[in-house]
T-cell receptor
Framework: EDQVTQSPEALRLQEGESSSLNCSYT??????LFWYRQDPGKGPEFLFT???AGEEKEKERLKATLTKKESFLHITAPKPEDSATYLC??????????????FGKGTKLTVNP | GAVVSQHPSRVICKSGTSVKIECRSL??????MFWYRQFPKQSLMLMAT?????????EQGVEKDKFLINHASLTLSTLTVTSAHPEDSSFYIC????????FGPGTRLLVL
């Protein structure tokens, strides 16, 4: 069964304190690994897609990396506005045979000023 | 670009009534749209996949007759929760796909 596991469940950082979020996946025939940001009461906001091991992508203070079994979201010198739940998702296959996203439970990040 | 809207954002209804939620891709055409459900502190659970002009494909355990999906055009999909009950109260989120899934802002449904 396709599965995505994120750790930690929650993370509290001081402003400027860099850290990493982990996403491990077991998905047959991975087509892509996705990171989204979700604020309370809102839909997920797309951040990155990674397609192959060794690939890295950056956006402002965030950098996503991918290996054959896991992905990391590195946050450098975070600010309070980076506080959100970060979701990791991997592509799987739906009942009908088309691609779907399998989501982890997310990491709730809180950055204190 | 890649903006997806949902309407309404919040809805409160009485048990036994039906509720329709609209999902629109505003600046692109989506071959596929997805409907998810999210409970508090839980991940997004895929309910169904819909392609324009064809019947939706439902995930295992999702009642087709309760959650009716219509994908009338490349920019519009609707989810109708029929004969809603309190256990259907949840956060419903749609996404529209063009290589990447872009999500709407979600609809909070409360069934009294």
């Amino acid at each position: 069964e396709d599965q995505v596991t994120q750790s930690p469940e929650a993370l509290r950082l001081q402003e400027g304190e860099s850290s990493s979020l982990n996403c491990s996946y077991t998905v047959s025939g991975l087509r892509g690994l996705f990171w989204y940001r979700q604020d309370p009461g809102k839909g997920p906001e797309f951040l990155f897609t990674l397609y192959s091991a060794g690939e890295e992508k950056e956006k402002e203070r965030l950098k996503a990396t991918l290996t054959k079994k896991e992905s990391f979201l590195h946050i450098t010198a975070p600010k309070p506005e980076d506080s959100a739940t970060y979701l990791c998702a991997a592509t799987g296959i739906t009942q009908g045979g088309s691609e779907k996203l399998v989501f982890g439970k997310g990491t709730k990040l809180t950055v204190n000023p | 670009g890649a903006v997806v809207s949902q309407h309404p954002s919040r809805v409160i209804c009485k048990s036994g009534t039906s509720v329709k939620i609209e999902c629109r891709s505003l600046d692109f055409q989506a071959t596929t749209m997805f409907w998810y459900r999210q409970f508090p502190k839980q991940s997004l659970m895929l309910m169904a996949t819909s392609n324009e002009g064809s019947k939706a494909t439902y995930e295992q355990g999702v009642e087709k007759d309760k959650f009716l999906i219509n994908h009338a055009s490349l920019t519009l999909s609707t989810l109708t929760v029929t004969s809603a009950h309190p256990e259907d109260s949840s956060f419903y989120i749609c996404s529209a796909s063009v290589e990447t899934q872009y999500f709407g802002p979600g609809t909070r449904l409360l069934v009294l």
